[in-house]
């Protein structure tokens, strides 16, 4: 309990400490048209930070009420010590630094995300899933045509990023002298490297922030305002993307994506 109480208590203060500072409306002024792109870019960065924090707030003591209340046993884990982690919602690291948007959304939301899948993600034809579950997501947050821009962005991403990682990431990985690789539980090959984390973290941070200035703007006017302040980099990175990759893959068998797992929070191995 004493996690999450500190959790929501650093969250609250970092939110009400710097978000009169990185103010979305910032990105209609005309000084903020006039600064360079790399000014731009570290507003951006700094305002995505700084909007998250009200969501990790509200999570960490929605937590704790529950833990308090005496709910959130969630079974024993391997080591038959109590889990609770069914009133966990955010995994920080990888939602502040996602390698992918896929990284993202299987660490943001936790709860919701399991029900989502029980829900709507299994009960739909396999090739549709993901788009599935944003489109109720979209519906849930409302109206307002910033949430409908934004959630289609991220599932159009989403599902490039998953096509690029299959077929493009082996092919880098080859060429980095970083890589290391290791042989999986199915006898394939599979690669790290520090140096495609790097790029891919910055590269999905600039994503998830310039897309998400939509879902706090709102306003449809005002949302293609702010991301035409960037030359709309975000949606183009995606469109020269998937337009390469057609043209690299021309086999339609080849450039579309087998259907992306939802990974909802792990299973126990004892519970009630």
Known sequence: MLKYALQAVLFLLIYLG???IFRPSFYLSETFKNL??????????????????????AWSLCALGCLAAGFGFNGFD????????????????KAEFPRSVKELTDNWNLQTLRWLRITVFDRVPR????????????????FYPGYYLFFISMAWYSSIGITFRRHVRPRILEWLPDTKWV???ANQREGTSR????????????????????????????????????????????????????L?????????????????????????
């Open 127 to 142: 090739g549709i899933g993901v788009f599935a579950v944003f489109f109720v997501s979209v519906l849930w947050h409302g």
């Open 18 to 20: 710097i978000c009169q």
């Open 248 to 272: 690299v893959f021309p086999d339609k068998s080849n450039y579309q994506t087998k259907q992306p797992q939802l990974n909802a929070p792990g299973k126990i191995k004892k519970t009630l």
């Open 36 to 57: 360079s792109f790399f000014h731009k870019c570290a507003y951006l960065m700094f305002t995505g930070f700084t909007m998250r924090q009200h969501y990790y707030f």
């Open 78 to 93: 391997e080591n038959d010590k109590p889990n609770y982690g069914i009133v966990k919602s955010f995994n920080f690291k």
């Open 195 to 246: 140096i495609y984390d790097a790029i891919t973290r910055i590269v999905t941070y600039f994503l998830i922030n310039y897309t998400a200035l939509a879902f706090v703007i709102l306003s449809f006017n005002d949302s293609i305002i702010a991301w035409s302040r960037f030359n709309y980099a975000g949606h183009m990175i995606c469109l020269v993307t998937q337009l390469s990759l057609m």
């Open 183 to 185: 042989w999986t539980k």
